[in-house]
Structures are given as C-alpha cells and as structure tokens.
C-alpha cells in the first residue's frame, strides 16, 4: 500500500515562517501572564486609517460582496496605474497591472509564471525568507549572492553578471529590503539595469516598503522606472499592507508585460478566483490619496524609531549593524557571540522575555532581525534587555 506521506511534489519540503514561529512563542507566553517584549512583527502598530475603512463600509452596506474580475475591479487597476506613473514613473495600462489577495501572492504568482524546473533564480542575501520557500515551490533552483554591509548590502551588478547561467530566468530586486532596510543606490540600479539587459533575464522588483523611506539623500527608486527596456524587463509588486497599516487586508498588486500579466491573471483566477471585493474599495480610497496624512505621520514616526533603536543598538559591545535607510527593520550582527541565530534568539525569549527573529532563514546566520514596528517604549525596553543578555553571555 503506498506511503500517503511520501511523494515527490515541489512542496514538500517548506519549512514554517521563522518569523510567524517565535512570533506565536512570544504570544503563548503573554497568555501565561509574561512581561513579553517583541521586536519580531513585520507590521505596523497602527490601526488603518478611517477613509480606507469607512470606504470599505460603505462598499459592504452598497451590497458590494460579489465577484470581481480576476485581476481586480477595473476602477482600482486603472487607480494602480495611475499611481506607477505618479510615484515610480512607470508607464504602464491598466491591463498591464494586476491586483492580488496580497503582496505576497502577487511575488508567488510572478515566480509561478516564469519559472519552473531546471531554471534559477538568483537572490541577494540577506532575504525575504519566504522568496527562496516559492523559488522551490515552482522546482527552480535558488541561487544566493551574498552581499556585504561594507556595501549597505546592495547587489554588487559584477557579482550579479558571474551568477546568471544560461538557466537563470529571474532576479528577485527587494528595496527598501527586508530585513536589512538598506535602499538601493540610483547608481546600483543602474548598473544592475546594464547587466539584466545585456544578460536578457526578469527581474521582480518586491517594493512593498516603498514609502517607508527616511533620508532624503536615499530616496526610493523603482528599477522598472529606468529605461523602457527595463520596464519590458520588469514585474513590479507592491501593496497596501505597510504603507497604510492593512495587513490584514490582504491586498497587493504588480504591473509587468503585457505577456506576463496575462500568464499571471490566468493563475491567480484558477487559484484565488479575486481579490476579496469590499477591502478593493478601500485600497481605491487610498491610492486616491484620502490616508496620504496619516500615512505620512506614520512614516514620519518610523523615522524617530529608526534613530532611537540604531542609537541604542550601537551601545552595545560587539553588536554591528548599519543604519536602516527604509522599511522598519533592523539587521544586527551578533555573530561575535558565537552562537547560531535561531539558539540566539531562543535562549534571549526564554531568559531576557524579549523576541526576535532569528536570521538563519534570511541567508543571514549569524544576525538577528529587530523590528521597530512598536512603541518608543518598548524599543527601550527591549534594547535594555539585548544589552544585558550579551553581557551575561
């Protein structure tokens, strides 16, 4: 009789979220009454804004709760359209973009629409840990190129043209990043833009923490944004999960070739069927600019934070990090303290209360993830806890 158990798909070997799994550990030991710290959440702590919920409402009591297309409602692709060619400079129809139950979804769709057994897909580390999780999903191969903080951990383009082969098919392009919340350098792109053409592979830019940005001499660049070809070359995703505070939302959206929107569409309509109806309403209220204050205050917030925690992290005898120019991330280097990452970070919840993320997952052992998506607070507190962890070690 065989084996229920035993079989050969793409799928079998994920692994979970190390982010989701100290994440839930911290929220057990809340239960049991603990004094609890966590740096681990990869969403902000602010509730989303009132016009985006109240256009949502409104979508519900107006009996808005049947199917749309696909792709999404026409109004909000023609609104994601809009807003590519106002903030990233990148001319594209609205049958050139499509809108997903996430952002997520939409990098799994694009990965799922180009590549397939025997090709590669070339991922600078440190990573999202769920890109090279889909990578395999699909049976490609992954390949990583370290980078380097003496580089602000951007993809060195000569590094990048030695790893693409004849099988590489796409280049996963994650600014700002996470988990080190570097933001790539015009002239970096530039250069990788040079050696994607030349070399004729796609790129899936994830710019996901796009306005979460701090500096005004590291702004945000959209890599499609750099030439017509690029564009040609180019699947760009984004969403609303960061910017506006709607993770649980669960909506995002891309814009890529007319050829592979179509791919992409054909997938998601065979595995999603749409993007759930009323929350569209919601992200149309947004694009058309009705949370643009709130949003701003909330970057304007991170941007405090990001000082405070690099400030405090920095005390901190043999902890090396450079300084986060986006997202709400903050990549600490502890491999002085001779342990692997996930020990790390089990051994600071269970005796200093305080969770992080373990960099093991993110091709970055030897590093943990601090998130400064919390209060002034907190961030305080837990940076007093690191601090007397590593001194007890």
Request: proline share 5%.
């Amino acid at each position: 009789m065989q084996d229920l158990m035993q079989n050969s798909g793409f799928m079998t070997s994920f692994t979970p979220s190390a982010t989701l799994a100290i994440t839930a550990k911290a929220k057990e030991l809340k239960k049991q009454g603990k004094d609890v710290c966590s740096m681990s959440a990869g969403e902000p702590d602010f509730d989303t804004p009132r016009a985006i919920k109240d256009a949502c409402i409104k979508a519900l009591n107006e009996g808005k709760v049947t199917y749309t297309p696909a792709s999404g409602l026409m109004e909000l692709r023609e609104a994601v359209a809009a807003k590519f060619l106002r903030d990233n400079q990148i001319c594209v129809t609205p049958a050139q973009t499509v809108v997903a139950p996430g952002a997520k979804f939409s990098v799994f769709s694009t990965i799922a629409a180009l590549c397939g057994p025997g090709d590669e897909v070339i991922l600078p580390s440190p990573y999202w840990l769920s890109y090279p999780e889909m990578v395999r999903a699909t049976g490609a191969k992954v390949v990583v190129v370290p980078t380097s903080a003496d580089n602000n951990y951007e993809l060195d383009p000569a590094e990048l043209d030695r790893a693409i082969t004849d099988r590489t098919r796409l280049l996963i392009l994650n600014t700002p990043c996470n988990p080190t919340g570097a933001v790539y350098r015009a002239e970096t792109l530039a250069a990788i833009a040079e050696v994607v053409l030349r070399r004729n592979i796609m790129v899936l830019a994830d710019e996901i923490y796009e306005k979460l940005v701090y500096d005004a001499d590291k702004p945000h660049v959209s890599i499609a944004s750099l030439s017509d070809e690029m564009r040609e070359h180019t699947v760009t995703v984004n969403g609303f999960s960061k910017t506006y505070a709607m993770t649980g939302w669960r909506l995002g959206y891309l814009a890529a070739p007319l050829w592979l929107t179509k791919r992409i569409i054909a997938f998601q309509s065979h595995t999603t069927s749409n993007p759930t109806t009323f929350a569209q309403y919601g992200a149309l209220a947004a694009l058309r600019g009705e949370a643009d204050s709130e949003a701003e205050a909330m970057r304007r917030v991170f941007a405090q934070r990001r000082d405070l925690i690099v400030r405090l992290a920095r005390e901190i005898p043999l902890v090396r990090c450079i300084r986060p120019q986006g997202a709400f991330y903050l990549l600490c280097d502890v491999s002085a303290y001779k342990m692997p990452s996930v020990k790390f970070c089990e051994e600071l919840l269970a005796r200093e209360l305080l969770a992080c993320i373990p960099c093991g997952a993110f091709g970055a052992d030897g590093c943990i993830r601090l998130s400064y998506a919390c209060s002034k607070d907190n961030i305080e507190e837990s940076l007093r806890r690191l601090a007397h962890f590593v001194k007890e070690l």
